[in-house]
């Protein structure tokens, strides 16, 4: 299938975290856009197979961590491995912070907003989590991360 969403890019990546019992993972996700600013809302597009989106559906909630160019090599390092089997923040070596809605949040980042889970909408082989924003941590003012292609990115 031609890859038709290409024409999108470069697209900003986000690194979403979300925990259910005593699993965890931390997804890259390049589909992520606001949804509303009163109340502040975003959206993600999550793949039905990923770990993370069960993770979601089972806590009702995720966070969406913003990383920086610096970053990149662990960002190939969780997208190209599952939370099924592998401990992220210990392959990564990232700072795991706790937020207010229990969620790890990546330290490393440049801010994280946490959110619940408030719907989730079915769209072919993704669903879109919408998440309401619960708590924003600003860290520190830094370039992001945007995906060009596969494992190719440039950074604004
Ligand atoms: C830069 C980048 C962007 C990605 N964007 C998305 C995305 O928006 N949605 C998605 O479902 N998967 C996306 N992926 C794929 C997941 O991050 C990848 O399948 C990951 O290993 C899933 O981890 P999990 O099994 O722990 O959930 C992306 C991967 C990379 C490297």
């Given at each position: 299938m031609e890859k038709i969403y290409r024409l999108l890019y470069p697209m900003k990546v986000v690194l979403l975290t979300a925990k259910h019992e005593d699993k965890e993972s931390i997804m890259p996700a390049a589909w992520c856009f606001p949804l509303?600013?009163?109340?502040p809302m975003f959206g993600v597009s999550v793949a039905k197979k990923r770990f993370t989106y069960s993770l979601v559906k089972g806590s009702g909630r995720f966070a969406i961590n913003i990383p920086t160019p610096e970053m990149k090599e662990g960002i190939i390092k969780c997208g190209t491995t599952s939370g099924r089997e592998t401990d992220k923040f210990a392959e990564t070596g990232w700072k795991k912070e706790e937020g207010k809605l229990g969620i790890p949040l990546v330290g490393e980042c440049s801010a994280s907003v946490e959110c619940s889970l408030d719907r989730e909408i079915e769209t072919g082989d993704h669903f879109v989590l919408i998440g309401r924003v619960e708590n924003v941590i600003k860290r520190k003012e830094a370039k992001g991360i945007y995906q060009v292609a596969g494992t190719e990115f440039t950074e604004l």
């Open positions: 509303s600013a009163d109340p």
